[in-house]
């Protein structure tokens, strides 16, 4: 697609097996459901199969930098985990113009992303990690990220020069090597909470009342992440956690209408 300073250009990475095609295909249509410009989605992936003509395909790179990468993540278990910082290569999307607006793959688009996406410009912006906020440190989740490439390149130039450097900063995790690098430069903001929610950290009712009532929506909630478990499948159909009780869920309607019903609705059934 060539550049148009009109689009919103959104992006997400689907590598390896644990998410299907139709996860990049609901996200799209949430995405594009949910923001006020046309849309440009681009899904970075080595598997393309299955994904709607509209989702824009960026090749995986195998960057040079993998391996010494991968011996620095197996070392602190955490194999694979930070391929997305090849989404923050400068030059990587053509054309482009303006920030781009991510997400991972087990996140619920839920209400109008024009907030996230302008939100606090020039900046990288990250949702406060839940744990991580609760343990007192400033490390900010993944699930959604708005960045510029063309601002925001030395999150993926620190790993190219220095990977092993880069992972045991880290402690092997992608999104603290993103918030950690860009706080320190100065170059950080929060996205507000109430927008980007956590499905098992504010949406459950209260133990033990979530063994009786459904998951609740809160009431700004633009973006559900479903991280950890119970993942969306799981809570469409209700989830049970012996060893945390706490985590037990009833089974999701609002999440049928908003990841299911209205993307079948938009795409059509064979996409979703």
Not at 81 to 93: E, N, Q, T, Y
Not at 222 to 245: D, I, N, Q
Request: glycine residues 8%; hydrophobic residues 40%.
């Amino acid at each position: 697609m060539p550049a148009d300073p009109t689009h919103a250009t959104v992006a997400c990475i689907k590598w390896g097996t644990a998410f299907g095609a139709d996860y990049v295909n609901r996200l799209y249509s949430g995405v594009r459901r949910n923001l006020s410009r046309p849309v440009r989605f681009l899904c970075m992936t080595e598997h393309a199969e299955g994904l709607h003509p509209d989702v824009e395909v960026l090749d995986l790179p195998d960057e040079p930098f993998r391996p010494a990468m991968d011996a620095a993540l197996a070392v602190a278990d955490r194999k694979g985990a930070m391929r997305k910082v090849s989404l923050f290569r400068p030059g990587l999307i053509r054309d482009l113009q303006g920030p781009v607006l991510g997400f991972d793959l087990d996140v619920v688009i839920t209400g109008p992303l024009d907030d996230l996406l302008g939100f606090a410009p020039g900046k990288v912006a990250m949702r406060a990690d839940w744990v991580e906020a609760r343990r007192g440190r400033p490390t900010g989740h993944g699930s959604v990220f708005r960045y510029d490439p063309a601002r925001h390149g030395y999150l993926y130039e620190e790993v190219a020069r220095d990977p092993a450097g880069a992972v045991a900063r880290a402690r092997g995790s992608e999104q603290r090597h993103t918030s950690t690098l860009a706080q320190a430069r100065g170059d950080f903001a929060y996205l507000p909470p109430d927008q980007v929610v956590s499905f098992k950290h504010d949406c459950y009712p209260t133990f033990p009342l979530n063994w009786l009532l459904p998951p609740r929506l809160p009431d700004n909630a633009r973006v559900v992440c479903f991280h950890g478990h119970p993942k969306m499948p799981e809570a469409l159909a209700g989830y049970t956690s012996l060893s945390a009780p706490n985590r037990t869920c009833r089974p999701c309607g609002w999440l049928r209408e908003h990841w299911v019903e209205r993307a079948r609705a938009d795409l059509g059934a064979d996409w979703v």
